[in-house]
């Protein structure tokens, strides 16, 4: 086990934890923001900068400082190590630098976009940002590309945080997904016209923080703020498959299916394109109760788990509110069951 | 003139051959090494050379040699840096292809002291015709028993191949290398873990420059302690310099480490003074990464001292002040270069070479390229100039890799130095854009 002190807290860990699952044990807001890294791939990490910290002692035996700030989805704590996050002017100072870097050349289109709501750069943004831009020149675009029928790739969003490569490598047989090009020429590509075509290949919607990958059976459906999240589960046929799932509801209709993700993004099981694609009535899901959304505060802000757990509350919301409130599924929770 | 260690016979009539080679001397490190020496006594004796490594960093080689990690049962491998790329520098390739056995017996004596089993030389893809004659001389040393089973009887084997990359100055980095070498694409991994430990193949593995393995020959042959005789303070031994750009005399020198820079650019020895008669107005010393001196900081310190080709004395001032010897790319410029444009230049080179891997060198090489072109070509403004030193603190030191960094010393020092000439194409756009047009100081036009 190992001691380490995040920004003035201290927390106990494994040997090997990385500084930011050590945060993440704290968690909070002190936990760094991390738009590359993703727990279940491995490999992952270390790209986007956004979580660069300040390692003001090294460890115990070595209490020096280290001498440039550091990834810490990479670097591996030390016992007696002291981390600086919000606590150093000279992390936000550079985590401001790193949101400019992503934004630059990145659309700003939200209003059209579908992930507007649960997007990674925009949360990233928001909190850590700076509301102009020094960039005048013109931004990076690219063609568009055909990749299935599932998955749309908009590469002109794409902040090449490589997860959707990890997963396509790690997931799903025959590799047909990489990056092409170099520097800021670099772009998602499935070598020429190779469809990403297999069971699995959905999940490269889910790992992506931005815009880049969408699916095309949710496209300019929905704003994801109007729907609401449920969680529900089936048997899948499907081996890798274990069919636990977030459906995203409109009224009664199913309006998309994604993994389940915890608090910071992260899928733990990855679902199958039956599920994900096909299985889009609440007659083919075993519905569990409302998905709490925590870190994407603008799902969350209907607070519409709230009437369920408060009567209370309900007696001081107007009378068409409650008429709304009840017109939704999350409210039938026990009809829906059966 | 000074003791040459490396080039000595440089220009003997066949020495690419083995058989003129071996006359001249060549061979004798290997043998003495693997016949009378250990392989940790090898390592004992590069320590004591205090010998730098020469690829820019300048980090000691022997200590880098005893951080390799040799878990019982594990193969480790040495792999040469011949992946040359940095503008301003072709020390490399002159070596290895005028004297491909020097190259070789150095990585057989660093092999057998790290005891690596299979070496590699990741050579530039560029320098195809330097990997036919490495071939041809590893094809030579095979022949003569150096390289292959049971070397000269010592029962140490090696096998040497030669690699080449495929045209990205990101894979003279080392762990880019170690990826590109692996058949992968060219990304610096993350660091730890270091090559010492996991590095080609996830195994054991230590990366040095060709003129690092190279002078391990002259160590062994003179003795570690001799060799650090050589030099000043901890600027040990000889290292060659790529003298380019605006002198008399360009050409590959190799020194005695704390020659004067002065001595270096004027004497009818080395360069030769400047061209055409016409005045140094800045030297880039260690290759394009390095920032840009004008001529009264690279002759003399901040302190009035004469600036000596050393680590130490071309460091000295820090960043202020000062630049870095790097890897000897030595760019010299007259009066007639203008700076701003020779900064985009360099700035475009970053831009096209970064890996894309992480954000703030992605965006930010290229945003510096443009705001820079923008100053260049008449369009900037005051405000332009804060803007791209600012870009290039936010890259510098925020990336996985030093590219970041080789990105942003450049820029950030030319506008430390010279401001003025920035200012000047932002006031005069006009004057600054006609062809031919260079700022001539304060208060004058050209």
Redesign the interface.
């Known amino acids: 086990m190992a001691k380490i002190t995040f920004d003035g807290i201290e927390v106990e860990v494994p040997d090997g934890t990385t500084i930011l699952n050590a945060a993440r044990k704290i968690g909070g807001g002190v936990v760094p923001p991390a738009m590359c890294y993703y727990t279940p791939l491995k490999g992952s990490g270390g790209k986007c900068r956004a979580c660069l910290v300040r390692v003001a002692a090294g460890s115990t035996k070595d209490p020096r400082p280290m001498p440039k700030l550091v990834a810490s989805c990479i670097t591996p704590v030390q016992d007696g190590m002291v981390v600086e996050n919000t606590t150093s002017q000279q992390v936000l100072d550079v985590r401001k630098g790193i949101v400019e870097m992503l934004l630059i050349n990145h659309p700003l289109d939200c209003p059209v976009c579908d992930q507007a709501g649960e997007c990674d750069l925009q949360n990233f943004a928001f909190e850590h940002g700076v509301s102009t831009t020094r960039y005048e020149e013109e931004r990076r675009t690219f063609e568009k590309i055909d990749i299935g029928p599932y998955v749309q790739l908009h590469m002109t969003r794409c902040i090449l945080c490589y997860r959707c490569v990890y997963t396509a490598d790690q997931l799903t047989d025959g590799r047909v997904h990489g990056v092409l090009g170099r520097g800021d020429a670099s772009e998602i590509g499935t070598y020429i016209d190779k469809v990403i075509d297999n069971d699995f290949s959905g999940n490269v919607i889910d790992v992506c923080p931005v815009g880049a990958l969408t699916d095309k059976t949710f496209r300019f459906k929905q704003r994801v703020w109007f729907t609401k999240p449920m969680n529900a589960h089936r048997e899948c046929s499907h081996e890798k498959c274990n069919g636990h799932v977030t459906l995203w509801y409109k009224g009664k209709d199913v309006m998309r299916v994604t993994a389940r993700k915890d608090e910071y993004g992260e899928v733990k099981e990855w679902i199958c394109n039956e599920c994900r694609f096909d299985k889009k009535e609440t007659t083919d899901w075993i519905l569990e109760g409302p998905a709490h959304v925590d870190r994407s505060s603008v799902i969350s802000q209907g607070h519409y788990e709230l009437p369920v757990v408060n009567p209370q509350i309900i007696a001081d919301l107007p009378e068409s509110t409650i008429r709304d409130l009840q017109q939704n599924p999350p409210l039938k929770l026990g009809g829906l069951n059966g | 003139m000074g003791r040459k260690l490396l080039t000595e016979h440089v220009n003997v009539e066949g020495i690419e051959t083995f058989e003129v080679y071996r006359k001249h001397g060549g061979y004798r490190a290997v043998e003495k090494a693997l016949k009378t020496m250990t392989p940790d006594e090898v390592v004992d004796e590069v320590k004591k050379s205090g010998l730098r490594g020469r690829g820019g960093a300048g980090f000691p080689t022997g200590l880098k040699w005893s951080f390799l990690a040799k878990p019982e049962g594990v193969p480790r491998y040495l792999v040469c840096n011949a992946d040359e790329s940095e503008p301003g520098t072709f020390k490399d390739r002159y070596l290895m292809s005028k004297l491909p056995h020097l190259l070789i017996e150095g990585m057989i004596a660093g092999s057998y002291a790290l005891g690596a089993r299979t070496s590699y030389i990741y050579i530039r893809g560029e320098l195809l015709y330097v990997l036919r004659i490495l071939e041809k001389a590893i094809a030579e040393a095979y022949a003569a028993g150096f390289l292959g089973e049971n070397i000269l009887g010592s029962g140490y084997s090696l096998d040497l191949h030669v690699h080449p990359g495929a045209g990205?100055y990101?894979c003279g980095e080392e762990t880019a290398l170690l990826e590109s070498l692996e058949g992968k694409?060219g990304n610096p991994r993350?660091k730890?873990p270091f090559p010492a430990v996991q590095g080609l193949y996830a195994r054991p593995t230590v990366v040095n420059n060709v003129e690092s393995i190279a002078t391990v020959v002259p160590i062994l042959n003179l003795g570690g302690d001799e060799y650090a005789k050589i030099g000043v303070g901890k600027s040990t031994g000889t290292k060659l310099f790529s003298a380019c750009g605006h002198l008399n005399k360009p050409g590959i020198y190799e020194l005695e480490l704390g020659v004067p820079v002065e001595e270096f650019i004027y004497s009818d020895e080395y360069c030769g003074g400047i061209w055409k008669g016409r005045e140094l107005k800045a030297v880039v010393a260690g290759g394009s990464s390095v920032p840009i001196l004008p001529k009264e900081l690279i002759l003399k310190t901040a302190a009035g001292e004469n600036r000596l080709m050393t680590y130490e004395s071309l460091s000295d001032g820090g960043f202020v002040t000062g630049t870095m010897l790097g890897s000897g790319g030595f760019v010299a410029m007259d009066e007639t270069t203008c700076i701003v444009k020779n900064t985009w230049n360099f700035s475009r080179f970053y831009?096209?070479?970064?890996?894309?891997?992480?954000?703030?060198c992605?965006?930010?090489?290229?945003?510096m390229e443009?705001v820079l072109h923008r100053l260049e070509h008449g369009h900037g403004s005051m405000h332009d100039i804060d803007?791209v030193v600012?870009v290039a603190k936010?890259i510098e030191?925020?990336?996985?890799c030093p590219l970041g960094e080789a990105a942003a010393w450049p820029v950030a020092a030319a506008v430390r130095h010279f401001r003025d000439e920035f200012e000047w194409h932002v006031k005069h756009p006009h004057e600054a854009t006609r062809p031919g047009a260079v700022y001539q100081g304060a208060g004058v036009l050209a």
Do not use: F
């Not at chain 2, 030191?397 to 996985?400: E, F, H, K, L, S």
């Open positions: 990205a990101i694409r993350n730890p831009h096209h070479e970064s890996c894309g891997q992480c954000s703030p992605r965006e930010g090489t290229g945003w443009k803007l600012s936010q030191g925020n990336t996985i």
